[in-house]
């Protein structure tokens, strides 16, 4: 039930800092967010287990990273 809750509050974080970029006009502060919250994901035991949402949240952090980096640098990926 714990790890329901924090795999909802994480993608509902990683979702939030997409919306706050682009409503700020400011993709590259959300990108070094973003790819924050991709190491911490990762770097924290609990949320990369295995076979967890939590860790595909964390991938899902790393593409929009990258993703609001290329808009901030003017790359339309």
């Not at 682009?22 to 994901?41: D, K, R, W």
């Not at 035991?45 to 993703?67: E, F, N």
């Amino acid at each position: 039930m714990i790890r329901f809750f924090v795999t909802l509050i994480w993608l509902v974080v990683v979702l939030a800092v997409d919306v706050v970029a682009f409503v700020i006009s400011n993709p590259l502060v959300g990108a070094g967010i973003e790819f924050a919250l991709f190491l911490i994901t990762f770097l924290v035991p609990y949320l990369r287990k295995k076979d967890s949402y939590t860790r595909w949240w964390g991938w899902l952090a790393l593409l929009s990273a990258i993703s609001l980096a290329g808009m901030a640098f003017g790359i339309n990926i």
